[in-house]
T-cell receptor, first 114, second 114 residues
Framework: DAGVTQSPTHLIKTRGQQVTLRCSPK?????VSWYQQALGQGPQFIFQ???????QRGNFPDRFSGHQFPNYSSELNVNALLLGDSALYLC?????????????FGSGTRLTVV | DQQVKQNSPSLSVQEGRISILNCDYT??????FLWYKKYPAEGPTFLIS?????DKNEDGRFTVFLNKSAKHLSLHIVPSQPGDSAVYFC?????????????FGKGTHLIIQP
């Protein structure tokens, strides 16, 4: 049973560029949430996608946007990259937007902005 | 403004002894509290949780205690085993469960000494 799959695993981008990260949820899950984990910090909630809509959003600027596809997979897009966007980006999937205990995280995408 | 605080960045415990990890929170609207364990190069994995209507939850070697009046929770691991060496994150959510997103602490690196 495949868990949450994220791609790519590592990425290096230049300041000002745009990046797209991808997430496939665990089989049977329909909700995807994205988190940013900076070095030495805990994960920070970016937003949640359920029924192809952004349902909740954390304290992140509009440069961070996302999409959920009919097969429940999701993309995270970051425009106009800043050095401070360098972090581990984690995707978590769950069944339903309120599910908490079934939250399953992927291994993350390590983004480095130079 | 950190709403979930883990004040010990690291903790070293001898194998077979009890490990106690602490977490404090400031937001009285939090209803659910979870502990996650994270190994290097892997995503966080769910360990144990407690809702605000309880003061204790036990699962095998892991017990979580919640003191609502002090806005404090702790995770007890007994006996500690070498495989318990990992970073432990305390996380909290409001009544919306997963729809509110999780608010994480910075984590405590637990090292079990043989």
């Amino acid at each position: 049973d495949a868990g949450v799959t994220q791609s790519p695993t590592h990425l290096i981008k230049t300041r000002g560029q745009q990046v797209t990260l991808r997430c496939s949820p665990k089989s049977g899950h329909d909700t995807v949430s994205w988190y940013q984990q900076a070095l030495g910090q805990g994960p920070q909630f970016i937003f949640q996608y359920y029924e192809e809509e952004e349902r909740q959003r954390g304290n992140f600027p509009d440069r961070f946007s996302g999409h959920q596809f009919p097969n429940y997979s999701s993309e995270l897009n970051v425009n106009a990259l800043l050095l401070g966007d360098s972090a581990l980006y984690l995707c978590a999937s769950s069944l339903g937007d309120t599910d908490l205990y079934g939250y399953t995280f992927g291994s993350g995408t390590r983004l480095t902005v130079v | 403004d950190q709403q979930v605080k883990q004040n010990s960045p690291s903790l070293s415990v001898q194998e077979g002894r009890i490990s106690i990890l602490n977490c404090d929170y400031t937001n009285s609207m939090f209803d659910y509290f979870l502990w996650y364990k994270k190994y290097p190069a892997e995503g966080p994995t769910f360990l144990i949780s407690i809702s605000s209507i309880k003061d204790k939850n036990e699962d095998g070697r892991f017990t979580v205690f919640l003191n609502k009046s002090a806005k404090h929770l702790s995770l007890h691991i007994v006996p500690s085993q070498p495989g318990d060496s990992a970073v432990y994150f305390c996380a909290a959510s409001g009544s919306g469960g997963g729809a509110d997103g999780l608010t994480f602490g910075k984590g405590t690196h637990l090292i079990i000494q043989p």
